[in-house]
């Protein structure tokens, strides 16, 4: 049985993305859940995750660690899942915005971190936070205009991509971000995914919370 390390559901965007391909895809696994911010985190972390960070998958022998690392790991384990779009074309598109997810966007990741248990407030759109909002909205626009085939989905079915920016459509949500009209529809489709919203259901009767966790933002209502 393969087992996901992750954090807190709550907070925890790169442990959401392995898990909405696992629970999408029917894939049978454990989950492993180690709380943000006390003093045995990093021990605990360490017992399965060399980096010290959180997702870790552990496939007997193997530990794989790193979100995107994760799903592509599953997507050669299991190649008859259309984990990425079987279209060559699409594919390489969706590999492309995935791995721009990955390691971009640091102003909207700063400004608004995940947090699944409030509302805040619209935070003050400086320049590279619009720059940041501005540039996901297109990648979706153009995954959709392309490749979505009137399905409600970036490439028209589920895939990696949908989950890798899975957590930004939490962040647009949460920190009520102004969008476009398309852009509000595929947030509603990734907000009422069956997955999302279990993986919602359960943060929102954890145990764990950390109340400083959105310091400087204006909460609007809690849900925790």
Not at 121 to 134: F, G, H, K, M
Request: aromatic content about 12%.
């Amino acid at each position: 049985m393969l087992k996901l390390v992750m954090a807190n559901k709550l907070y925890s965007s790169w442990s959401l993305r392995p898990w909405l391909v696992l629970s999408t895809f029917g894939i049978p696994f454990d989950e492993i859940i180690i709380p943000l911010r006390t003093p045995e985190s990093r021990s605990r972390v360490l017992e399965y995750s060399p980096s010290g960070k959180v997702p870790a998958l552990i496939d007997g022998d193997v530990t794989v660690w790193e979100s995107l690392a994760i799903i592509e790991y599953l997507a050669e384990k299991f190649p008859d899942i259309a984990i990425w779009p079987r279209d060559g074309q699409a594919r390489a598109h969706a590999r492309s915005v995935a791995h721009e997810m990955h390691s971009g966007f640091q102003a909207l990741r700063a400004g608004c971190p995940m947090h699944l248990g409030a509302r805040f407030a619209t935070p003050q759109l400086t320049e590279a936070l619009r720059a940041s909002i501005d540039r996901v909205e297109d990648i979706w626009s153009e995954a959709r205009n392309r490749f979505a085939g009137g399905q409600p989905f970036l490439y028209g079915a589920f895939s990696a991509a949908d989950a890798m920016y899975a957590p930004v459509v939490t962040r647009f949500d949460t920190y009520q971000i102004p969008v476009r009209e398309a852009t509000r529809v595929y947030m509603d489709a990734i907000l009422s995914h069956p997955a999302f919203v279990a993986w919602r259901d359960a943060a929102l009767a954890e145990p764990w919370s950390i109340p400083d966790y959105a310091t400087g933002h204006t909460l609007v209502e809690s849900f925790v």
